[in-house]
């Protein structure tokens, strides 16, 4: 009988040590596959600046629409293909809508601005290819000369000036910036409220832009994970020179915690940039949707 309470006991703290063990993942990059997800990113910002003693302000906004869907997965790795959709964007100097009618060859030769809006139709609905690790990073973007190279023969625009209008919207930086600050809450290890944690990106579509994020699990309901972030951002002339910019961000984000997949993204942000003449503060409003559709 006391070697029967005895394989009991141990068996029973054994199970008890399996259980203990089995943690709860991290939060972590994880998309599910034949998913499309419907990406949204709109927005809207703010310049103001002071030049000869006069107030200077300039308004532009955006809302770029893409799509990513996982086409392969390895043991540290996803492959995905990265969509384009429609981009609008409105600024002081020239406008973009792709969801209009393309404008005339003719009246691109004449203005030359017309060329931002002409050059985005072609991009609609190509693709390019991303991989992305666990941590939720671009690790390599692949068919951007690619695609630069086929809209330049289709407009009949030289492959140079085709680059140089597009670099803003279609580049392996962009990608990976625009895709770097969408998942940078990632990886995070919270299992409770209230738990914080730290994540560092640097931005390189214009410059080396440092971005260290504070990030707090405010609640969570079944799968979804409410988050609160605060952004310390800053740019240095020659990555260890003085520092031109600097600025903050706070927001809010609502994701999957087991697919790292943020519902939506919502921030507001002001940086100071200066110049040899003058300061520019930029306020800007960052709102991202992402919908999955399931076949």
């Known amino acids: 009988m006391f070697r029967l ?3 009991c006991f141990i068996l029973i703290s054994c199970l008890s040590c399996k259980q203990s063990n ?3 993942p991290d939060l972590s990059f994880n998309p599910e596959p034949s998913v499309l997800y419907k990406l949204s990113v709109t927005r809207i910002n703010n310049l103001q600046w002071i030049y000869q003693d006069k107030p200077q302000q300039a308004v532009d906004s955006s809302l770029i629409n893409y799509t990513f869907q996982l086409i392969r997965t390895t043991d540290t790795a996803f492959l995905l293909k990265f969509t384009f959709g429609n981009f609008r964007k409105k600024t002081n100097q020239y406008k973009v809508d792709t969801e209009t009618g393309i404008a005339a060859f003719t009246a691109v030769n004449t203005n030359p601005l017309l060329l931002y809006d002409y050059l985005l139709h072609f991009a609609k609905e190509q693709s390019v290819t991303v991989w992305m690790n666990t941590k939720g990073r671009s690790i390599q973007v692949n068919g951007v000369e690619r695609l630069v190279d086929s809209i330049a023969k289709i407009s009949g ?6 680059r140089q209008f597009l670099e803003d919207f279609i580049s392996d930086d962009v ?3 625009e895709l770097n600050k969408i998942f940078c809450f990632i990886p995070g290890k919270p299992k409770n409220p209230r738990q914080s944690w730290v994540e560092n990106i640097i931005l390189m579509a214009k410059a080396p832009v440092k971005w260290s994020t504070s990030f707090t699990l405010d609640s969570m309901r079944n799968d979804t ?6 952004s310390f951002m800053s740019a240095r002339q020659g ?6 910019m600097k600025g903050k961000l706070t927001g809010n984000i609502k994701a999957s915690y087991t697919s790292g997949i943020p519902f939506s993204w919502i921030a507001s942000s002001e940086t100071t940039t200066t110049t040899d003449s003058y300061d520019i503060i930029t306020r800007q409003f960052l709102k991202v949707s992402i919908v999955a559709e399931k076949p």
């Open 225 to 230: 994970a409410d988050i609160s972030c605060n």
């Open 239 to 244: 990555g260890d020179g003085r520092t031109y």
């Open 5 to 7: 309470f005895i394989a």
């Open 22 to 24: 089995n943690k709860q």
């Open 175 to 177: 990608i990976k910036d």
């Open 157 to 162: 625009e030289p492959e140079n000036i085709t």
